[in-house]
């Protein structure tokens, strides 16, 4: 697939106007009041994996309205000190998988948690174990389109808050630096980083590439890959919804959620990526920490960088980025400039 998005000269000014709707931070404020209410976890019980270089433990954390949420929490083997966590998402029809699918953040010293996708699992890898008992509002069987005519109903409404609940839970895990907590993800679980940047005031660092739900609108128009196809075809079916799916999509929008981080920030993207187009990763990098920013009196109030691939699609820079992601957040961690 030929470059379709913007040039990149273009990509680096584009700054999108939002539609954000006026209780945004009144919505999410209730729905993390209520959510957080127990204590987030249920239990947390070790795992033989076979690896004899990494301890792992199968962890169970209070959700959205307090569900059981399923996560593997990893630490190296024979280190006894407090380590800084990462959080990490998975991408949009994956679960959690096998505790030894993932192992990047642990080999390089970190603790590691790396939640369920609730009602997901049953597309990619080796499955899930969480599911959603709140599936059942008007929307299409696809995770991208149930409940998508009320924001009240939406799947990303509980996939998000199960995001901020998972920070909580492996703040108090065993062996954690509670003040050294990292968002992760690719994809789906860029975006769901993204929000939890957005939410979580102190996480310390921010991971993401090809997010999802950044620059929505514009990505409806722009493709029918992956999730966005799944709500336009829903849409084609359901005419004249459509100001009902943009008003409910206006409270996930990642854009929205990264004008109000101020974390550091780590941004990769493929430009070539008809899954989650450029222009929607830039518009959230290029506004990210803007209020932050605004308080401070500068432009961003966060250290941000982004690295862009232009022959890359959704896979953006790989193996070659994750590297860059090593050795940039180590330096964040460590408190190197």
Known sequence: MP?????????????????????FDAFWLSTLKEAGQADPLVSV????????????????????A??????WFSRPAGVDELLPAVVEFAGYGRGRGLPHERLTWVNAGYAHLLMDNRGQGD???????????HAGASGGP????????????????RLITDAVRAVSAVRVLPGVDAGRIVAAGNSQ??????????LVPDVAALLVTAPLLCGVRRALDLTDAGPYGEIAAYLSVHRGAEQEAYRTLSYVEGISFARRASAA??????????????????GAFNRYGELAGA?????????????????NGHEGGDAVHVRRQLGWLAGVIEGTP
Do not use: M
Not at 45 to 64: A, S
Not at 66 to 71: E, I
Not at 123 to 133: I, L, S
Not at 189 to 198: Q, T
């Open 3 to 23: 470059a379709f998005d913007l040039p990149l000269t273009e990509l680096e000014r584009h700054r999108p106007d939002l539609e954000e709707p006026a209780d």
């Open 45 to 64: 019980r070790p795992v033989e994996t076979g690896l004899r270089l990494t301890r792992t433990w199968d962890v169970t954390f209070r959700g959205f």
């Open 189 to 198: 679980g860029g975006g769901v980083a993204l929000a939890v940047a957005g």
């Open 265 to 282: 920030a780590h941004f990769g993207v493929g430009l070539r990526d008809t899954v989650c187009p450029p222009s929607g990763v830039y």
């Open 123 to 133: 597309q990619y890898g080796c499955g899930g174990e969480t599911p959603d008992p």
């Open 142 to 157: 696809g995770p991208a389109v149930r409940g998508l005519l009320a924001p009240e109903d939406y799947h990303y409404r």
């Open 295 to 311: 308080e401070a009196g500068a432009e961003t109030g966060a250290r941000k960088e982004i690295h862009a691939y232009p022959f």
């Open 66 to 71: 307090g569900d059981p949420v399923r996560a």
